[in-house]
């Protein structure tokens, strides 16, 4: 079974500039996640998602930060305009289910805003 | 008082010892307590988990949860240097539908 993927691994950028992040979950997971994490820190909820709908985005800063579950499958994130302090791994990860504890990762996108 | 307290190490260890690794939570509401490990540039991957009290064992690794105390702890036997990474505690319950992290212990094991 695939695991989450996501794309890209890397990324840098200037700031001002925007930058998108794609995540595609477990296949039938409904569940999807964005974390951020800072260096020496555990991930922080930015976003949740059940199918579409965003249940949960108070910790995602609206200003500059939006994201989007067409179909209730993949998403993206983006960060417009990017700050120096953006600078972060994004993660995603997915949940078959509402309620269910078990959260599975993906490799994340490592962010250098210069 | 933090939610989640994990102390960030570095821990060092020679090939064989026996790990502990531990954090403190303060919500009651908890109900699952997790165990991630992340290599270095890679995402958590989760290790084990528990829900309630108890113990539970997985080949050379136990998790152990004392909901009285709010204290859990991840024991590695036999650590292997393959086993040198962060490891991150994790919490899941209550109003929120996320886990709520610890900060992780940077563990490296040397052959």
């Known amino acids: 079974e695939a695991g989450v993927v996501q794309s890209p691994r890397y990324k840098i950028i200037e700031k001002k500039q925007p930058v998108a992040f794609w995540c595609n979950p477990i296949s039938g997971h409904n569940t999807l996640y964005w974390y951020l994490q800072n260096l020496g820190q555990g991930p922080e909820l930015l976003i949740r998602?059940?199918?579409?709908?965003?249940?949960?985005d108070s910790q995602l800063p609206k200003d500059r930060f939006s994201a989007e579950r067409l179909k209730g499958v993949d998403s993206t994130l983006k960060i417009q305009p990017a700050e120096l302090g953006d600078s972060a791994v994004y993660l995603c990860?997915?949940?078959?289910?509402?309620?269910?504890?078990?959260?599975?990762f993906g490799p994340g996108t490592r962010l250098l805003v210069l | 008082q933090k939610e989640v307290e994990q102390d960030p190490g570095p821990l060092s260890v020679p090939e064989g010892a026996i790990v502990s690794l531990n954090c403190t939570y303060s919500?009651?509401?908890?109900?699952?307590f997790m165990w991630y490990r992340q290599y270095s540039r890679k995402g958590p991957e989760l290790l084990m988990y528990t829900y309630s009290s108890g113990n539970k064992e997985d080949g050379r690794f136990t998790a152990q949860v004392d909901k009285s105390s709010k204290y859990i702890s991840l024991f590695i036997r036999d650590s292997q240097p393959s086993d040198s990474a962060t490891y991150l505690c994790a919490f899941y319950g209550g109003s929120q539908g996320n886990l709520i992290f610890g900060k992780g212990t940077k563990l490296s094991v040397k052959p």
């Open positions: 919500n009651s509401a908890f109900q699952y």
């Open positions: 990860a997915s949940s078959p289910t509402t309620g269910d504890a078990t959260q599975y």
């Open positions: 998602y059940e199918n579409e709908e965003a249940v949960d």
